[in-house]
C-alpha cells in the first residue's frame, strides 16, 4: 500500500470520489452541528466523556478484570488476545467448534483491524458482512473508506451495478430490473441477506462499549443487521478493543447522548442492543467475548498519544476534515482512516513502515477534529507529537524543510530582493514548472500543487491602481 | 489464553505506572432538557417519534382494541405474533390470525408473520425512543426483529421519561435491551435515507394515556415471559 502523499495524490484527481465525499461530509457536518446544539450541556457532558475515559484508562487493568467477572458471571466466556493473529486463531477455533463454515458479522472495525475476514476466508469460513455499505464494499472486493458510511466513495450507479453483477455469486441474487434508485438497492439487500440470517448460526461482532460492573455490550446500529446477528444465531463471538470498556451502567447516559449525535448526527440511532452473557430463551445460547490489545497498550504507554484510546469511533472528525474530503479514507492505507486514523493507526502498528510514518503528516493542523470531538482528543496535539517521533526516527525531508524556510526569512526580510523576485516570477509564469526541483523540494510538491503566479505583482498593482 | 491474559494485565500496568491520577467526573450535565410537564414530555415523544418516521397515535384503554385492529388491517397484517404477556383485551378486535411463541416460533415463522404487537418497558421523549427488555408482553427480542411490522404499546405517563439519564436507571441490565428509535433505516447510498433494511419497516406507536387502572405489561417485573 503507498504512503499517504502518493495515494492522496491519486485521489484528489478522482473527480466522482470529491464529488461524493464532499456531498457526504459536508451533510453529515452540518445535520451534525444541529443535533448537538439542541443539547445545551454538550460541553459538560464532552468533558464527562472524556474524564470517564481517562480514569478507565488509568485503572484499565480493573475495570478489565471486574468485566470478565460479570461476563463469566451471566454465561458468557472471555478470551484475551494479545495481537492480530492470536485474535484470529482464537474466533476460526471458535466458529470451527460449531462445526459451521459461515458466519454473519455485523460491521466492526476490530475485526477489519485484525483482517478477522481475510483469515476465516484462508481457514475456509465465509464470513458475510451484512452492513448495507459493508455488504457494498464486500461485493466490489474494495475497502472502506469512512469509519461510519464505508461505502460513501460509492455513488448509486456503481452500487447497481456491483449487485448486478456480484449478488449472485454469494447468495440470492439481484432482480433483473434492478434500478439505481436507493430504496430498490436497499430492498435487493435486504432479500439477499435475510436468507443467510434466517439459517445463521454463528455471528460475530464488534461492541461500542463494554460495561465493567454489569458486563454488558452495547451495540448501536441503524438497519437492524446488528440486530439479526446478536439475536438469531445460536453462538455469538464479540470482538472488542480493551479500551472499549466502561466502568458503569451509569457511564452510557452521557455516551448514549454524544455518540448518535457526532455520529450520524441523529438524537438517537434507530436500533441499540444490550446484553449481557446468555438469557435463558432469548438469543444466542452461546457468548464468547475476545478482549484485543494488538497495540493498544502501547498506545496506553505515551502520555500523549494515549488520549486516542479514548475514541468512540464517532467519525465526526472525519466530516469536518478539509484533508479527509480530498483524499477519501482509502488514502489512508489504514482501518481507521481521517485525523483519528492518523494518530491511532501509527500507535496501534508503530511507525516503522512508509504508511505509518506518513500519517503524522496527513493534516494541516487545523484543529477543527479537535472542536468536534465528543471526548475531547487533542488530535493536533497527538499529530506534533508523533510528528516529532518520525523525525526522531530520522526522516529525511525535514533539513531541507528547514534549510527552505530560513532562505525564504531571509528574502522577506530583504523588500528589494523580494520585489525583484516577484517581478521576474511573474513575467516568466507560463515558463513554471507544476513541480519544483531537487530532492527535497520535489517530494514537496509531489503531494501539493504549486500555486498558480499572478499576472504582476500585488505591490505593482498597487501602486498602478492605488497611487 | 491465560498467559495473554497476564501479559496484557502486565502491560497495562507498566503502560500506566507513572500515569497521574485521573480527575474525578463531574457529572455537572443536564438530568434532563425537558421541563417536568407529563404532558409536554408526552408531546415531545410523539413529535420525535414521528420525526424519525414512526407513526404515532394516541388511545384511550376504550378505544385500543380498535386502533389496534384498524391499524394491523390498514398495513394489510393477516398474521400477528402475540408475545407471553400481551393483555388479551389489545387483540380482542382484530381479524389478524394470531400466533404465540409457545413453543418458540422459527426464525422462518416469524419471518413468514406479518406483525407484532408487544409493549414496552420505557419510552424517552428527547431522542423518540422506545426500549423494550423482554418483560411482560413484550417477548424475546427476534419477535420484534422479524416481522415487518411492529405495533406497540406505550402506557403514558407511567413509562415515558424526558431523557437517556432518566432511562438508565429504570432499566435492568441483567436482561437483554433494544433501544428502537424509529423503524430500521439506512443511509449508505449517498446519504438517502431508506427505511427497513433488515428490521421492521413500520413501526407503529400508540400512546395509551388515561387508564391507570389497567395493569401494565413490561417494566421491570420479575416474569420475563
Known sequence: MPAFPKAAHEAVRNETLRANLRHATHTIRDKRARAVAELDDWAALREAGKRIKDRTLRQLDTHLLQLEEAVTAAGGTVHWAADAAEANRIVTGLVRATGESEVVKVKSMATQEIGLNEHLEAEGIAAYETDLAELIVQLGEDRPSHILVPAIHRNRGEIRDIFRSEMGKWGRPAPDDLTDSPAELAEAARLHLREKFLRAKVGISGANFMVAETGTLVVVESEGNGRMCLTLPETLISVVGIEKVVPTWRDLEVFLQTLPRSSTAERMNPYTSMWTGTTDGDGPGTFHLVLLDNGRTDALADEVGRQALRCIRCSACLNVCPVYERAGGHAYGSVYPGPIGAILTPQLRGTASEVDASLPYASSLCGACYEVCPVAIDIPEVLVHLREKVADQGGKGHRLEKAAVRAAGWVLDHPGVLAAGERIASKTRRLHPKKLPGPGAGAWTESRDLPEMPAEPFRDWWRKNRT | ?225
Open chain 2, 1 to 225: 489464553m491465560t498467559d495473554s491474559r497476564a501479559r496484557i494485565l502486565s502491560r497495562i500496568r507498566t503502560a500506566v505506572a507513572d500515569a497521574p491520577e485521573a480527575v474525578p467526573v463531574a457529572r455537572d450535565y443536564r438530568t434532563s432538557h425537558t421541563p417536568d410537564d407529563p404532558a409536554r414530555v408526552l408531546d415531545l415523544l410523539h413529535e420525535n417519534l414521528a420525526d424519525y418516521r414512526a407513526h404515532v397515535h394516541r388511545s384511550t384503554p376504550d378505544g385500543l382494541a380498535g386502533l389496534v385492529a384498524r391499524l394491523l388491517a390498514e398495513r394489510g397484517a393477516r398474521s400477528v405474533v402475540v408475545p407471553p404477556g400481551l393483555p388479551g383485551e389489545w387483540l380482542a378486535a382484530t381479524e389478524a390470525v394470531r400466533r404465540f411463541d409457545e413453543p418458540r416460533l422459527t426464525p422462518y415463522e416469524l419471518d413468514g408473520t406479518d406483525a407484532v404487537v408487544t409493549g414496552c418497558a420505557v419510552a424517552i421523549a428527547e431522542t423518540g425512543t422506545i426500549v423494550l427488555d423482554g418483560g411482560t408482553g413484550q417477548g424475546r427480542r427476534a419477535l420484534t426483529l422479524v416481522p415487518d411490522l411492529h405495533l406497540c404499546v406505550v402506557r403514558a405517563p407511567e413509562q415515558v421519561v424526558a431523557s437517556v439519564p432518566l432511562a438508565l436507571p429504570r432499566l435492568d441490565p441483567a436482561r437483554p435491551l433494544t433501544w428502537i428509535s424509529g423503524p430500521s433505516a439506512t443511509s449508505d447510498i449517498e446519504l438517502d435515507r431508506v427505511e427497513g433494511v433488515h428490521g421492521p419497516r413500520t413501526l407503529e406507536v400508540i400512546l395509551l394515556t388515561g387508564g391507570a387502572a389497567t395493569p401494565t405489561p413490561g417494566g421491570r417485573a420479575p416474569s420475563a415471559g
